[in-house]
């Protein structure tokens, strides 16, 4: 089955290579986006912590699995561990608002699963004509994805030494603000040899200095089995969600089904960083997705896929604001390396030094700062509430 895939990947790989003719315009970048990576995470990767040796990615778009679900493009990166292996990340192509309560603010999401918005409730910000992906001057791709109601997502997948780094930006064209803006980025491990488990006791985080996995609290993680394929013991038949959350003060622990079976688990610890592992049975080699603004980790036995899901938060009219995650190819002592992160993550978020004049926005952690409100009234906008297979909150 994995050569299979890989087969598959190779052939998606050769369909592409001539959509990128050498001469094509090169993307420039979106208003205030990030010049470059935070450094205090270019330190930790590239330190002598990562025994990987320098490497940087080549980026193609799965032309397949593009064809196939249309705006949902599966952007693939090779991997420093063999010709064949890859990386394959999925981006989202449209915005949801909603006005219901579980949890506010609009969501970018790639729904190839998702049927219509008025199945959940919502309101959804199409494209207005299928986005179209280009070279970047920063060596990746970009796409700025026009949508319904004066929005424009913007979306940079860019390579770095033993990284990728994924941007996210909102532009607000409208009227009103855009509030609680989050995104949704699938990073998957099938082809990566040795990668391939999906139980989630292969994936790890950092509690108190500690590198765990979901067992870690004695949580029932039995009923799993129920939703394994018939024959299989590392198959799933659909997906099921782990959570874990960053912040303060207890968590319940909890076990809930959504209503089509799957399970959402929530662990009753919180974690130091909001960065999760992938790793390789011997915890020695693996990927490391790490958003220094998000605020929980999530992972799904189905793909297998992991997440550390940026937050955006408001986006004023007349702003764009922007969100950073990575991807990082790790080898070597993982509890190590998820501490420096931590430590990272830190210097990234801590409070900026008092100036004589004082940085009144009110952005998420490691995001760029947002311009004043307009003096305009802002009511509230509609607020979104995923409800896909993929997604969990």
Same mark, same amino acid.
């Given at each position: 089955m994995f050569k299979l895939i890989l087969l598959l990947a190779i052939v998606s790989l050769l369909l592409t290579a001539s959509a990128w003719a050498v001469d094509d315009p090169k993307a420039q970048p979106g208003p205030d986006e990030p010049a470059a990576p935070h450094p205090q995470v270019v330190a930790a990767v590239t330190g002598p912590l990562n025994q990987v040796k320098p490497f940087t990615p080549a980026l193609s778009i799965d032309a397949q699995q593009f064809n196939r679900d249309r705006h949902v493009p599966m952007?693939?990166? *090779?991997?420093?561990?063999?010709?064949?292996?890859?990386? +394959?990340?999925? #981006?989202?192509?449209?915005?949801?608002?909603? *006005?219901?309560?579980?949890?506010?603010?609009a969501f970018?999401? =790639?729904? !190839?699963?998702?049927?219509?918005?008025?199945?959940?409730?919502? #309101?959804?910000?199409?494209?207005?004509?299928?986005?179209?992906?280009a070279p970047n001057v920063a060596g990746g791709l970009s796409v700025d994805n026009e949508l319904e109601g004066d929005l424009v997502m913007r979306f940079r997948v860019i390579p770095h030494d033993r990284m990728i780094e994924i941007r996210v930006g909102l532009t607000n064209g409208g009227?009103?603000?855009?509030?609680?803006?989050?995104?949704?980025?699938?990073?998957?491990?099938?082809?990566?040899?040795?990668? *391939? !488990?999906?139980?989630v006791d292969s994936s790890w985080m950092l509690i108190g200095g500690e590198l765990v996995t979901w067992s870690v609290t004695g949580q029932d993680l039995d009923w799993l089995k129920a939703h394994l394929k018939p024959g299989k013991d590392d198959e799933y038949k659909d997906s099921n969600f782990f959570m874990a959350h960053l912040g303060a003060g207890p968590i319940a622990g909890k076990l809930e089904f959504q209503k089509s079976g799957s399970g959402i688990f929530t662990l009753g610890k919180r974690i130091d960083v909001p960065a999760i592992a992938k790793l390789d049975a011997e915890k020695k080699r693996g990927l490391i997705v790490y958003s220094p603004s998000a605020d929980k980790i999530f992972y799904n036995v189905l793909q297998p896929c992991f997440h550390a899901d940026p937050q955006i938060? *408001?986006?004023? +009219?007349?702003?764009?604001?922007?969100?950073?995650?990575?991807?990082?190819?790790?080898?070597?002592?993982?509890?190590? $390396? $998820?501490? =420096?992160?931590?430590? =990272?993550? !830190?210097?990234?978020?801590a409070p900026p030094a008092p100036t004589s004049q004082p940085d009144q926005s009110a952005q998420p952690p490691g995001q760029p700062a947002t311009p004043p409100a307009p003096a305009a009234t802002t009511p509230q906008v509609p607020t979104p509430q995923p409800g896909n297979q993929e997604s969990a909150q």
């Amino acid at each position: 089955m994995f050569k299979l895939i890989l087969l598959l990947a190779i052939v998606s790989l050769l369909l592409t290579a001539s959509a990128w003719a050498v001469d094509d315009p090169k993307a420039q970048p979106g208003p205030d986006e990030p010049a470059a990576p935070h450094p205090q995470v270019v330190a930790a990767v590239t330190g002598p912590l990562n025994q990987v040796k320098p490497f940087t990615p080549a980026l193609s778009i799965d032309a397949q699995q593009f064809n196939r679900d249309r705006h949902v493009p599966m952007i693939n990166a *090779t991997a420093p561990w063999g010709p064949t292996q890859f990386v +394959p990340m999925e #981006v989202p192509e449209y915005v949801h608002g909603y *006005t219901g309560e579980k949890r506010p603010g609009a969501f970018l999401f =790639a729904g !190839r699963s998702l049927k219509t918005a008025a199945d959940i409730g919502g #309101v959804r910000y199409a494209s207005k004509t299928p986005p179209k992906w280009a070279p970047n001057v920063a060596g990746g791709l970009s796409v700025d994805n026009e949508l319904e109601g004066d929005l424009v997502m913007r979306f940079r997948v860019i390579p770095h030494d033993r990284m990728i780094e994924i941007r996210v930006g909102l532009t607000n064209g409208g009227k009103l603000p855009v509030k609680g803006v989050w995104t949704q980025l699938c990073s998957k491990s099938y082809g990566l040899e040795g990668l *391939t !488990r999906r139980h989630v006791d292969s994936s790890w985080m950092l509690i108190g200095g500690e590198l765990v996995t979901w067992s870690v609290t004695g949580q029932d993680l039995d009923w799993l089995k129920a939703h394994l394929k018939p024959g299989k013991d590392d198959e799933y038949k659909d997906s099921n969600f782990f959570m874990a959350h960053l912040g303060a003060g207890p968590i319940a622990g909890k076990l809930e089904f959504q209503k089509s079976g799957s399970g959402i688990f929530t662990l009753g610890k919180r974690i130091d960083v909001p960065a999760i592992a992938k790793l390789d049975a011997e915890k020695k080699r693996g990927l490391i997705v790490y958003s220094p603004s998000a605020d929980k980790i999530f992972y799904n036995v189905l793909q297998p896929c992991f997440h550390a899901d940026p937050q955006i938060g *408001t986006v004023l +009219p007349g702003a764009t604001c922007w969100s950073q995650t990575y991807i990082i190819y790790f080898q070597g002592d993982a509890k190590a $390396m $998820m501490n =420096a992160l931590s430590a =990272a993550h !830190r210097q990234i978020t801590a409070p900026p030094a008092p100036t004589s004049q004082p940085d009144q926005s009110a952005q998420p952690p490691g995001q760029p700062a947002t311009p004043p409100a307009p003096a305009a009234t802002t009511p509230q906008v509609p607020t979104p509430q995923p409800g896909n297979q993929e997604s969990a909150q």
